[in-house]
T-cell receptor, first 111, second 115 residues
Framework: KNEVEQSPQNLTAQEGEFITINCSYSVGISALHWLQQHPGGGIVSLFMLSSGKKKHGRLIATINIQEKHSSLHITASHPRDSAVYIC?????????????FGKGTHLIIQP | DSGVTQTPKHLITATGQRVTLRCSPRSGDLSVYWYQQSLDQGLQFLIQ???????AKGNILERFSAQQFPDLHSELNLSSLELGDSALYFC??????????????FGPGTRLTVT
């Protein structure tokens, strides 16, 4: 079973700061997802990665398959980025790809 | 708006009862996933269907069952409900076909409260 660890669990930063959230996993995967969950409960998919780096606006996600590690970066953070960020992985299950989730990082950006 | 719909939004019921949660995937998506989010367990994968067939099972209890219909909508049936079943239940969908992982699109969730 894959164990997914995220750090930090909680992060409070000032508007404009560069944010990094880390995710490590224990077993080889076929893909890794970064998700965002707002206080209302809705979950939004930010990225799906199997290698390298992806960028969308102020968000950047990287993955190092050999080290079993991924990072999510937020540049020029803004109060609207306040949310829970969740890392989730997909194992090699022969076509099945239910996600295994980390416990999430609760991010608060103060104005 | 992800394009995935779930009904109902909220459900309050008593212990021992049975409920059905419904999910309609994005147009064209063949895979449907069910997830449970509780305060103590976090997010957990329950079950996946692909084009009407069960594809994978996660931490789904025997009291729970699901199915995907020919029009690709899915239902999650929860029976003999216990207080610990109170949680947010999410459905997600993806195009998913043949050994390649795709992004998953989440519905708004159904909040189940068992009293």
């Amino acid at each position: 079973k894959n164990e997914v660890e995220q750090s930090p669990q909680n992060l409070t930063a000032q508007e404009g700061e560069f944010i990094t959230i880390n995710c490590s996993y224990s077993v080889g995967i076929s893909a890794l997802h970064w998700l965002q969950q707002h206080p209302g409960g809705g979950i939004v998919s930010l990225f799906m990665l199997s290698s390298g780096k992806k960028k969308h606006g102020r968000l950047i996600a990287t993955i190092n398959i050999q080290e079993k590690h991924s990072s999510l970066h937020i540049t020029a953070s803004h109060p609207r980025d306040s949310a829970v960020y969740i890392c989730a992985v997909v194992g090699h299950h022969g076509g099945a790809d239910g996600l295994t989730f980390g416990k999430g990082t609760h991010l608060i950006i103060q104005p | 708006d992800s394009g995935v719909t779930q009904t109902p939004k909220h459900l309050i019921t008593a212990t021992g009862q049975r409920v059905t949660l419904r999910c309609s995937p994005r147009s064209g998506d063949l895979s449907v996933y069910w997830y449970q989010q509780s305060l103590d367990q976090g997010l957990q994968f329950l079950i996946q269907y692909y084009n009407g067939e069960e594809r994978a099972k996660g931490n789904i209890l025997e009291r729970f069952s699901a199915q995907q219909f020919p029009d690709l909508h899915s239902e999650l049936n929860l029976s003999s409900l216990e207080l610990g079943d109170s949680a947010l239940y999410f459905c997600a969908s993806s195009p998913r076909g043949g050994g390649v992982s795709y992004e998953q699109y989440f519905g708004p969730g159904t909040r189940l409260t068992v009293t």
